[in-house]
């Protein structure tokens, strides 16, 4: 079963939430999708990110070092749209 792609972009915001302010590495963002039981190609999953940095959701960095290394961080964007999803649920 494949899961859907709002519950992918639903837990990549979870994740990058929970190490607001901090950003996380594509790796590590696999790495939690695989550990919350939703396996996703990589492929897969960087489509799913480049769809939530052109939403305005998290916004990317790069290393100048290593241009090759993005890192995604929660943007206030991002942060407002959890609050809102978190609030919705309790009613």
Known sequence: MNPSNEII???ILIQLEAAYPVSLPSETLQQGLQLAG???SYPTLVKQLEYLADKGFLSLSRN????????YKLSTKGIDFLDNENASQHF
């Open 64 to 71: 100048e070092l290593y241009p090759h290394l993005k890192r």
């Open 38 to 40: 939703l396996p996703t």
């Open 9 to 11: 972009r639903t837990n």
